[in-house]
């Protein structure tokens, strides 16, 4: 099946832990980008890759990081440095070629600190 | 800058019921493209239409439909004749260098 994977989709994690959300695509989209989502603000955009080996800070970047060794994966890292890392967290991917904006969905992690 | 607002967190209608959910934009690029995408309880986004900023025309796809006013910079989207597989939270999003979303409309529909 052509898409998106998330994983996990539901962690738990102790305060002060560094937590890894895996996103995998095998749609052969270039860019791909990571989104925060919170009830009552939209989705907020953490961080963005165009190609392989290169991404940009997106609205909110700071208490997370992310690597693209690979054009089929890109792996958030939640470190201990984010304030209030419980949220909703969505992985998208976009065809570079169609510049018209359209991203494609994974079905999320959620995860929660205690 | 750009901005999207959804003035409507929450509307709640009976089935059958149309409904509109409002979305207004703001950007200073003359190309651009506006986004509804749905978001069932399952979490995933999911493209219900894309529309630049070139055509005005309003568009009809079975029960939902869309009206682009750049008059108003609004793009406001329809569904007659509602049921209850279409609540959801629903997002506009405006697309002219970076795809930003509002901040969503929580719809429920009763039985």
């Known amino acids: 099946d052509g898409g998106i994977t998330q994983s996990p989709k539901y962690l738990f994690r102790k305060e002060g832990q560094n937590v890894t959300l895996s996103c995998e695509q095998n749609?052969?989209?270039?860019?791909m980008y990571w989104y925060r989502q919170d009830p009552g603000q939209g989705l907020r955009l953490i961080y963005y890759s165009q190609i392989v080996n290169d991404f940009q800070k997106g609205d909110i970047a700071e208490g997370y990081s992310v690597s693209r060794e690979k054009k089929e994966s890109f792996p958030l890292t939640v470190t201990s440095a984010q304030k209030n890392p419980t949220a909703f967290y969505l992985c998208a991917t976009k065809n570079r070629d169609k510049n018209t904006g359209e991203l494609f969905f994974g079905e999320g992690s959620r995860l929660t600190v205690l | 800058a750009q901005k999207v607002t959804q003035a409507q967190t929450e509307i709640s209608v009976v089935e059958k019921e149309d409904v509109t959910l409002d979305c207004v934009y703001e950007?200073?690029?003359?190309?651009?493209?506006l986004f509804w995408y749905k978001q069932p309880p399952s979490g995933e986004l999911v493209f219900l239409i894309r529309?630049?900023?070139?055509?005005?025309q309003n568009e009809i796809s079975g029960r939902y439909s869309w009206n682009f006013q750049k008059s108003t910079s609004s793009f406001n989207f329809t569904i007659t004749a509602s049921q209850v597989v279409d609540s959801a939270v629903y997002f506009c999003?405006?697309?002219?260098?970076?795809?930003?979303f509002g901040e969503g409309t929580q719809l429920t529909v009763n039985p």
């Open positions: 529309r630049n900023s070139f055509d005005e």
């Open positions: 999003a405006l697309f002219p260098s970076r795809l930003t």
């Open positions: 950007t200073r690029d003359t190309t651009y493209y």
């Open positions: 749609l052969n989209h270039d860019a």
